[in-house]
């Protein structure tokens, strides 16, 4: 099982940028895909969770209104649209599979991990 972040970068603040997670060898059929981050010197926290059974999306309160989680026509892939960025949303950003999003914002809850992407909001 793998899960590949990607899609970060630099921009500036009040851009957005799109990140990507792609897995192969787990069915999404069994599992949800959750966004976490993690700024320097803070604990990783919940962004975001889709299950992909009803396709119900959740947010954290920081990100909610300028965040947009979903599904991909691509198959095994899932999207985080991120708006109106601000130099806060600044972190390295991990997508993670949990069996559902119940209790998404708890970091064990959470089978597989991908490799974290680097968001930089900066002028």
């Known amino acids: 099982v793998q899960l590949q972040a990607s899609g970060g970068g630099l921009v500036q603040p009040g851009g957005s940028l799109r990140l990507s997670c792609v897995n192969s060898?787990?069915?999404?059929?069994?599992?949800?895909i959750g966004w976490f981050r993690q700024a320097p010197g803070k604990e990783r926290e919940g962004v975001s969770c889709i299950s992909r059974s009803d396709l119900t999306t959740y947010y954290a309160d920081s990100v909610k209104g300028r965040f947009i989680i979903s599904t991909g026509n691509v198959k095994n892939t899932v999207y985080l649209q991120m708006n109106s960025l601000k130099p806060e949303d600044t972190a390295v950003y991990y997508c993670?599979?949990?069996?559902?999003?119940?209790?998404?914002?708890?970091?064990?809850?959470?089978?597989?991990w991908g490799q974290g992407t680097l968001v930089t909001v900066s002028s």
């Open positions: 993670a599979a949990p069996r559902s999003c119940k209790g998404w914002l708890q970091t064990l809850r959470y089978d597989f």
């Open positions: 060898g787990l069915s999404l059929d069994y599992y949800a």
